[in-house]
């Protein structure tokens, strides 16, 4: 018979009543989120707290606990808190503190934001590191909202003279020739993520003072053809719905001084049926070039709420079996 698992016991202090009821959360709903999260159990009486669980488990739970306890101090926590939480302190990480690497920060008008979890932290600096930069993964994963923060940073430090925010401008089911106004009024509810990230970094006036000057340029790919760009800050945004050719076009146009961040979900391709992605086709062309990075996230990498991170695993296991299932059938 196995022996019965010793719970791992320890004691928060100093104990502050309103700080522990922030810790815990509205019917100990942070417990619960993390007791689920984490599948341990987490028993407690005031400020001691007994976890029940792997051993390596229930010691990087303790660390986390630590932490969210020091929050509590200046910071009200939520559901939400705990669970960005969680995605920064990943488990593994967490339980073996020791071999964490030096974590980077970036630097904006509007405050410093610091990439949550090991992947987000690589991607960042696979960007300040290399010239060409691929973030491939699915929704929720921080590629876009990173990419504009390092090319926020890099302005900031003078590193760069502009920024290009560039999409294709593919339909999503929708067809643009219904959508009213003229060509860039069309085309600018497909930039809006790119358009919130600057105004949430920047704020609202800077950023169309800057747009105004063309430090800022944000603009359909169609419109790179011909230039090359130098000392610049270059994010391709949904890079999925480039095909071979303007793929091509685009990493061509880069120029001395210049940063470039394509990222992409190859899950949501919204070309013709037929046509072959862009991302997908240069993953496997330029996956060995020195000088360029990819950084492929996963579902566990998702930081928006926790059923988006569910709802595309579960898209993953549907695909998985529909791709298994002509197999089986031949």
């Known amino acids: 018979m196995n022996a019965p698992i010793e719970p791992h016991r320890f004691i928060l202090e100093p104990f502050e009543a309103h700080r522990f009821a922030n810790l815990c959360g509205q019917f100990d709903e942070h417990l619960r989120l993390i007791e689920q999260r984490l ?24 660390q986390l606990l630590r932490r969210l306890y020091r ?5 009200e926590l939520s559901p939400e808190t705990v669970h960005l939480y969680l995605q920064e302190s990943a488990v593994e990480h967490i339980a073996n503190p020791a ?10 008008r509007k405050g410093k934001i610091t990439p949550r979890g090991a992947n987000q932290q690589r991607y960042v600096k696979e960007i300040l590191a290399n010239d060409i930069n691929f973030g491939v993964g699915p929704a929720g994963t921080g590629k876009t909202y990173l990419a504009v923060a390092c090319a926020v940073d890099a302005l ?3 590193q760069v003279r502009r920024i290009l925010l560039v999409r294709p401008a593919v339909e999503a089911g929708e067809k643009l020739g219904f959508l009213p ?3 860039s009024q069309k085309i600018d509810p497909y930039l809006r993520p790119l358009y919130d990230a600057l ?18 340029e944000i603009a359909p790919l ?10 610049s800050f270059i994010i391709l945004d949904e890079s999925q ?15 001395f001084g210049s940063t470039a961040v394509i990222t992409g979900d190859i899950t949501q391709v919204d070309l013709p049926r037929g046509t072959k992605s862009g991302l997908t086709h240069v993953i496997d062309v330029l996956k060995d070039v020195q000088g360029i990075s990819f950084t492929h996230f996963q579902s566990k990498d998702v930081v928006r709420h926790p059923l988006v991170q569910r709802i595309v695993e579960a898209y993953d296991r549907f695909e998985s079996r529909q791709a298994e299932a002509p197999a089986r059938d031949a």
């Open 241 to 255: 719905n480039t095909t071979l050719e303007q793929m091509k076009m685009f990493l061509t146009r880069i120029g």
């Open 39 to 62: 599948s341990i159990q987490i028993r407690n009486r005031g400020n001691q707290f007994e976890l029940v669980g792997e051993p390596k488990t229930t010691s990087a739970a303790e």
């Open 71 to 75: 929050e509590t101090k200046a910071t």
């Open 181 to 183: 106004g003229d060509l």
């Open 199 to 216: 105004y949430e970094m920047l704020g609202f006036e800077h950023v169309a003072k800057l747009i105004e000057r063309q430090v800022i």
């Open 222 to 231: 169609a419109y790179m053809r011909g230039r090359t760009l130098n000392n």
């Open 99 to 108: 071999v964490n690497e030096v974590s980077v920060s970036l630097r904006t």
């Open 156 to 158: 900031e430090r003078e």
